[in-house]
């Protein structure tokens, strides 16, 4: 991992995993709250705790764009 | 926790032997006992043998109140334990199938074991816990789980020290969350105690010890087996993998489960946060510890994939052993009769 700022892992078929220095906001400017240091955030749409994933993207064989 | 009961002559011999601290102890007639007892039992299911093997390992965890720490290394009750894990393992290797996969990237190694982790799709406790179960059969599940949820993580850990590199970094960042990330009463293991409480359950680690089958028994001791032999350091991140993979959707479930029958934060806590956490560590598992792992030293595959099919192996058996006694309106409790005040 670089030194500072944060990374981004695209998950295959899965989430993005961010960690490092970030924050998460909504449309509203307000801050997303979570406990963690490093999150999943939801790439399929189908998570019931949007922003994160929840793992059922596993369930709904969802397909990216491209890897 | 006290010395759990004797389960048959093998723990009634040991147990007696292990309230006096004799360094020179000579096992070997039990030791051939052992073996007797094994002819005619599946040593999965040998209650006699499990709880043998779970007093061995947890003499490495916590202990045994009033029983001599010096036992941990006690050379004759290693060799003991040396030749029970070899049947142990043996079995193992047997429901765990030959150890499939093919070498590849970090990525190849988690798109592997993500798909062990869905080929099982046989009934489940967590859906059965979602919409039938009972208040008394949560209560049995909190049970069953609780011989490894109140030492939550610890098993992995034993591998930190024989690890490197990115196998390592990954481990320890899903155990900092595990341990709460350091804010204390955030560890996992303290959200199964309020669980637990909530639902009138004693929270002490072992209380209900004498309650689970070998089976139960079996799961938590193959991750302490796995956890204490650096040989098998590949093993125990295959099964922590494995474990991260099929834990987000299942707790889902438990929270919706518990939430049916009428429980809420912060009794739901421990299930609501592993949805999230575990969607986070099983891409880690996966990816960097597992991969990563394999990615360093091609040679750990076979390790790390047995480690993983005897999760998915295990995980099945306990599983069917609740849903057919509950399925038969029964307990799935070594002895039905547990006092519990609701
Ligand atoms: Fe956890
Ligand atoms: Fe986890």
């Given amino acids: ?67 | 926790m006290e010395l759990p009961e004797d389960r048959g002559r093998i723990s009634e011999s040991l147990f007696e032997v292990l309230r006096t601290y004799d360094p020179d102890v000579d096992l070997s007639g039990l030791e051939h006992e052992a073996f007797k007892v094994l002819d005619s039992e599946d040593i999965l299911h040998s209650e006699d043998i499990q709880i043998v093997l779970f007093v061995l390992y947890e003499l490495h965890y916590r202990g045994f109140d009033g029983i001599d720490a010096r036992w941990e290394w006690n050379p004759p009750l290693l060799g003991l334990r040396a030749k029970i894990e070899e049947q142990f393992e043996a079995r193992l290797r047997q429901i765990a199938g030959d150890p499939s996969f093919s070498l590849g990237s970090a990525q190849d190694t988690a798109r592997q074991l993500f798909a062990l982790a869905s080929a099982d799709d046989g009934p489940s406790v967590s859906t059965y816990i979602s919409r039938h179960a009972t208040v008394e059969q949560a209560r049995e599940f909190l049970m069953h789980k609780s011989i490894y949820q109140l030492k939550e993580a610890d098993p992995h850990s034993w591998a930190i020290p024989r690890l490197t590199g990115r196998g390592k970094s990954a481990l320890m960042e899903i155990q900092f969350d595990e341990y709460g990330a350091g804010r204390p009463g955030a560890m996992h293991s303290e959200l199964f105690e309020t669980t637990m409480r909530g639902l009138g359950l004693d929270s002490e680690f072992g209380a209900y010890i004498e309650s689970l089958p070998a089976i139960t028994l079996a799961s938590v001791n193959m991750m302490s087996f796995f956890g204490l032999h650096r040989r098998l350091r590949g093993s125990i991140a295959g099964h922590l993998a494995i474990y991260e993979m099929t834990s987000s959707i299942p707790n889902a479930r438990y929270a919706r489960g518990f939430r049916r029958l009428g429980f809420d934060s912060p009794v739901t806590d421990y299930f609501d946060e592993h949805v999230e956490a575990d969607a986070v560590h099983e891409q880690i598992a996966g990816r960097d510890l597992a991969g990563g792992l394999i990615e360093q030293d091609p040679s750990i595959a076979e390790a790390v994939f047995f480690g993983a099919q005897a999760a998915c192996a295990i995980d099945a058996l306990v599983g069917a052993h609740q849903l057919e006694a509950w399925g038969r309106g029964r307990s799935s409790l070594r002895q039905p009769k547990v006092k519990v005040e609701a």
Avoid at chain 1, 35 to 44: D, F, G, I
Wanted: include cysteine; glycine fraction near 8%; charge should be negative.
């Fill in chain 1, 1 to 67: 991992m670089s030194a500072e700022g944060a990374q981004i892992v695209v998950c295959p078929q899965g989430p993005l995993i961010l960690r490092g220095d970030f924050e998460i906001l909504d449309a509203e400017g307000e801050a997303v709250p979570t406990s963690r240091e490093t999150v999943a955030l939801c790439r399929c749409g189908s998570s019931a705790i949007k922003p994160f994933c929840d793992g059922t993207h596993k369930l709904k064989k969802f397909e990216m764009p491209r890897d």
